[in-house]
């Protein structure tokens, strides 16, 4: 496809993103719900042809030598169909906040001032690997009356076109336009240049994958931008802690999914922990298979531990590998934290309530967690039903977002003729 073509299609498709978005705006609710059901009746009728697509991308991912982690995302499984009719199921069931009023309050000259929360409008999803995600976009784009452009990674071409495609009929089926969801039909990376372009038809721009894309994104986006680079996450040890709880919270954190963004990535134990407990907590790492990079102290734990650097505090390894390092306390804990955390999710591990409120308020994060695995830092987990992504920014919306993160609002004034003197 030449340049003059391909923005052509774009130019197109963002125009039926912006015609489709202004309709939903007076589109009942009852039928947006219909269509995410629509969509779970969709995938179950189609199993055969989704799975069909997926064969072609995993067999082009491996020829490609894609590593396994990358995979094993792309992947769609009983497990995976599973969980997207789950999210469609909840995403349908929850109340929006499109249309409602909030803040409201009544001026001494009369005037009735609130404000009222309303959609985006067109939203693009730049993402990589995951097919789920094309669901997950969709149904919370929808929910939250927005349209929304796709752009899937080349890894998973095949099976992001046949869900798209099935979305599209889940709308057509229910009296929705086709064009609430539409995917970006090529591979090229010029595409996405000018995708991020679309000034006058994209409210704004989510990118979600490694963070080389997110990156490019923001660098090349003449729209507003919602990411996170990184997951660099912590799970804090206290000398308080209870070392059976510590250590089960240990291992579902890093070895769980080790290659996803809230799996931990550096483990910090207090100094004041007793030998015995923090070579328990390293032992029991070391047997599930972790390659541990620690500092001087820790590594007088076990000649496993390798030597870090300081590039380590900073890594996102997203495999069984992880830093780990001896800190002082929780204030000490919170700054190695603040100083190298992607303020993504963060944990301590205690029984004191002093210590826990000190970290939830000294740590600068998007989620913070006391006595809880970094794993729950996730849209389902929190009850969004799905997500759309998890910011670590501070404007907008922050850590995952879910439909009332994809609204706005605006002032509405009613008055009675009054004028301004």
Request: charged share 25%.
């Amino acid at each position: 496809m030449n340049d003059s073509t391909m923005k052509k299609v774009i130019d197109t498709i963002g125009i039926k993103a912006r015609r489709a978005s202004q309709l939903l705006v007076d589109t009942k609710q009852s039928s947006i719900d219909a269509c995410l059901r629509e969509m779970a009746a969709l995938i179950d009728n189609n199993k055969s042809t989704l799975l069909h697509a997926n064969k072609k991308d995993i067999a082009a991912a491996r020829l490609k030598k894609i590593p396994d982690a990358m995979i094993e995302r792309l992947t769609l499984t009983d497990k995976t169909f599973t969980s997207i009719k789950k999210g469609l199921s909840e995403v349908a069931a929850q109340k929006s906040l499109v249309g409602s009023f909030f803040e409201e309050r009544t001026r001494p000259n009369g005037l009735h001032i609130c404000k009222m929360h309303v959609p985006i409008g067109v939203i693009a999803i730049i993402y990589e690997s995951r097919p789920n995600v094309t669901v997950d976009a969709a149904a919370i784009c929808l929910k939250s009356r927005n349209s929304v452009i796709l752009r899937g990674g080349s890894e998973a071409i095949h099976s992001n076109t046949a869900l798209a495609a099935l979305f599209s009929q889940a709308c057509k089926n229910t009296g929705l336009s086709k064009d609430v969801v539409q995917l970006i039909p090529t591979t090229e990376r010029t595409a996405i240049d000018l995708l991020l372009k679309q000034v006058d038809t994209i409210d704004l721009v989510i990118p979600r994958g490694g963070e080389g894309l997110i990156r490019t994104v923001v660098e090349k986006s003449h729209i507003p931008v919602i990411k996170h680079y990184k997951g660099v996450c912590h799970v804090y040890i206290s000398k308080k802690a209870n070392i059976q709880k510590a250590i089960s919270i240990i291992i579902n954190a890093k070895t769980q999914r080790p290659s996803v963004c809230n799996a931990m990535e550096t483990l910090l134990l207090d100094k004041s922990l007793s030998n015995a407990s923090k070579k328990r907590i390293v032992d029991a790492m070391i047997e599930k298979g972790v390659v541990l990079f620690g500092d001087n102290d820790s590594r007088l734990l076990s000649r496993s531990i390798k030597k870090a650097s300081e590039a380590d505090w900073y890594a996102e390894y997203l495999d069984l590998r992880c830093a780990i390092k001896i800190v002082d306390g929780v204030k000490g804990a919170i700054e190695h934290i603040n100083k190298y955390g992607s303020h993504h999710t963060d944990t301590i591990v205690t029984e004191s309530k002093a210590e826990g409120d000190a970290f939830i308020v000294g740590v600068d994060s998007s989620s913070v967690m006391v006595n809880a695995s970094t794993r729950f830092a996730d849209g389902g987990e929190y009850g969004l039903g799905a997500e759309i992504g998890i910011s670590t920014d501070k404007l907008h919306s922050r850590g995952p977002m879910g439909v009332a993160d994809l609204t706005t609002y605006k002032w509405v004034v009613r008055g009675n003729g009054q004028i301004r003197n």
